[in-house]
């Protein structure tokens, strides 16, 4: 076998080879895996588990390992001892007034990480690997106060009374280089061994700064945990972050263990310690959370450590985080979910459960009242028959599933719209909004009042879809998706600008679309689509305010008229601001950042530039919007520029 040397310890993803870039990217490839298999291996409908059993904790460093030897699918995650240099190096990071608008987020009084945040005063924002202080407010007074460098790429920011909280990830990663003596391998000619191993490791940074004097951010507190950065939330205080790194065994070592590190004082995660599920998987992964009090740094910090799959999203209340990991096991797809009770920075794991089928997101989850519901699509069998042979296929359909707090499920509804997947969901106190697409958009308004035993109220059929679902208040709600042409042939449709759609749901049996506008041709995307934080709306204002990238089509180039699978050239990118009502949906303004044609980078179906708009906020009568190299600042009625702030 050969010997090894560590020459240096690397950083970085440009320097690793590309097999060790797949290595780090694990947990997306394997929910892809999930999604291609389910179409083939799903078995005939499948009842909601109720009776799951709960986590356990390992008893001893054996049965983790063995566990892991055992079951772990990938077989790049066993090494040999002489592969890799287990050293560990860590590295030192050196390091209002009016009202304003906050993250647009999920649960009110839980803060979601952002890219952009703001106190009333100042602007902080991640650009790359540093994160910018700007003094916005007053407008005439706008500036660049300070700047802040980091290792790598900002995941996200929160600002919590004079502390701002940063958020990032890097790779660690063990650099390895092969003895000259290993090339008298016998098997040389079946066998190229490589010169160079390396083995990476991610792991999360939590930078906490003083911000009180903006001008000179004071770094102080600095906690790294094991892991890539999954996940976070903020509720008062306390910032609770998730990170999860592949579980690593190295035949003749043993299990590499996740660590948490407190400034000077690292906590190595015992084996007893960790959660698991008995559920067999085709992944597993680390799942670390920790609590860490912003306020005080001296305050030691809360974890807790979990052996799971691929955690797809997480949910969170003011008191629970629901952790939701999609599980495929004998051919039966199922989401698996994990409540772990929070409060004043304490962590504690309370229950398991599961329900047939797979999320689309976090709002597709929701706690109300003691209950916890979620809603999945889930497969179906069909048996067709043809030429007096039976054939089987596999259809989708929705589900909503309501759990007490042990996670059994006490109420469900199944088979919604047979043939169609979840586009969008919204839980709203004792109702579920759903919107599931194929050809035409139906908005299922479904009743939670009794919970153990829901009920399909309405449902309202219109072209289009909506990815997104914002409530508007308790019976107007607002869709944010795309409009949609039948197919002359096929089964589907063809989708085509942005819609933006306002919904009145005050009759429940009968819901109705009072106003709608559509922008753009087919190409015409926003980050809404993709990003609920990139939505600016105050019910209190009336104020709508989203970015759009508008394609539009030059129809004289049709002669025969445009076909529906055409997409359009880009033509323009900023926000749309509009003036919603109970009755209407108005389009008062449109302010752009890229003003010169040439910044208007574009090819194919490709767009790109630094004067993107992303993020839009106000100050008082002021809206901020926010690109790459500019923000730029007017009027919140008129819309009128009054200044603006060149990036560097």
């Known amino acids: ?69 055992r079951e772990v699918a990938y077989p790049w995650f066993r090494f040999t001892a ?9 590295m030192t990071i050196e390091t209002a007034s009016a009202g304003y608008s906050r993250t647009n987020i999920q649960v009110e009084g839980v ?7 703001t106190d009333g005063e100042n602007i902080y924002l991640a650009l790359g690997k540093r994160v910018l202080i700007i003094k916005a407010y007053p407008p005439e007074d706008a500036r660049v106060s300070a700047e802040i460098q980091v290792d790598n790429m900002v995941s996200g920011l929160f600002i919590n009374n004079g502390r701002l ?17 290993s090339s008298k391998r016998e098997d040389k000619q079946i066998f190229i061994e490589p010169k160079i191993s ?51 065994y190295i035949e003749n070592y043993g299990v590499i263990l996740p660590e948490i590190i407190d400034g000077e004082r690292i906590i190595k995660v015992g084996p007893t310690s960790i959660y698991y599920s008995t559920a067999p998987d085709i992944y597993y992964a680390f799942t670390n959370i920790v609590a860490v009090n912003v306020q005080k740094p001296d305050e030691p910090i809360s974890h807790e450590t979990f052996l799971l799959g691929y955690a797809s999203c997480i949910y969170v209340s003011l008191n629970n985080i629901y952790v939701a990991v999609p599980k495929y096991s004998e051919s ?57 042979q039976e054939t089987y296929q596999y259809q989708p359909s929705g589900n909503v599933y309501i759990l007490d707090m042990n996670l059994a499920v006490v109420g469900e509804i199944e088979g919604l719209a047979p043939g169609e997947y979840i586009y969008s969901a919204r839980f709203m106190g004792e109702r579920c909004y759903l919107v599931t697409f194929k050809k035409v958009d139906p908005l299922f308004v479904i009743s939670l009042e009794d919970p153990t035993n829901p009920k399909v109220l309405g449902k309202l059929k219109i072209p289009g ?103 359009g050239d880009y033509v323009w990118q900023g926000l749309y601001v509009f003036n919603i009502t109970e009755s209407s949906i108005i389009l008062r303004g449109k302010i752009t950042h890229i003003e010169n044609p040439d910044d208007f980078l574009k ?46």
Request: aromatic fraction near 12%; hydrophobic fraction near 40%.
């Open 332 to 388: 039966i797809p199922t989401t698996e979910v994990h409540r772990i009770r929070i409060e004043g920075g304490k962590i504690k794991y309370e229950a398991s459960g599961a329900v047939p089928g797979f999320i689309l997101n976090q709002f597709s989850m929701d706690e109300h009242s003691g209950y916890f519901r979620i809603a999945t699509t889930k497969y179906y069998q069909v048996i067709r028959g043809l030429n007096d």
């Open 1 to 69: 076998m050969a010997t090894v040397k560590i020459l240096k310890l690397l950083r970085g993803i440009k320097t690793i080879p590309a097999i060790l870039i797949l290595l780090s990217l694990l947990p997306f490839t394997s929910i892809l895996l999930f999604t291609i298999g389910s179409q083939k291996l799903l078995p005939n409908n499948q009842g909601a588990n109720t009776n799951y059993m709960v986590l356990r904790r390992f008893q001893s460093y054996d049965e983790l390992k063995n566990l892991l030897n």
């Open 465 to 567: 879809y909506s990815n997104y679902l914002h409530p508007c208040d308790e019976n107007y709600l607002i869709g944010i998706g795309k409009w949609t042409v039948e197919a002359e042939e096929g089964d589907f449709a063809w989708y085509q600008g942005l819609k933006i759609s306002l919904f009145d749901v005050s009759d429940v049996e009968c819901p109705k679309e009072v106003d709608s506008i559509i922008i753009g041709d087919r190409g015409t995307d926003s980050l809404v689509l993709h990003d609920h934080k990139a939505l600016l709306f105050d019910r209190r204002l009336n104020l709508l305010a989203m970015p759009i990238l508008v394609a539009e089509i030059d129809k004289t180039k049709h002669s025969n008229g445009v076909p529906p699978y055409t997409y």
């Open 111 to 117: 803060d979601e990480a952002d890219i952009v945040k």
């Open 198 to 248: 390396v083995l990476i490791r991610p792991e999360t940074l939590i930078l906490i700064y003083d911000v009180k004097n903006t001008e000179a951010p004071m770094l102080i507190r600095n906690v790294t945990l094991s892991g890539l950065y999954f996940n976070s939330r903020m509720i008062g205080d306390y910032v609770y972050v998730l990170a999860s790194s592949p579980a690593v």
């Open 603 to 648: 090819s194919g179906y490709w767009f790109y530039s630094e004067y993107t708009i992303e993020r839009a906020l106000y100050i008082g009568d002021i809206i901020y919007t926010i690109s790459s190299k500019m923000i730029k600042m007017n009027n919140l009625w008129s819309l009128a520029e009054i200044n603006s702030v060149k990036l560097p």
């Open 165 to 181: 909280v940063i958020i990032f990830c890097r790779d660690v990663c063990y650099y390895a280089e092969i003895s000259e003596d």
């Open 82 to 90: 002489t592969e890799f240099g287990l050293e560990r190096k860590y």
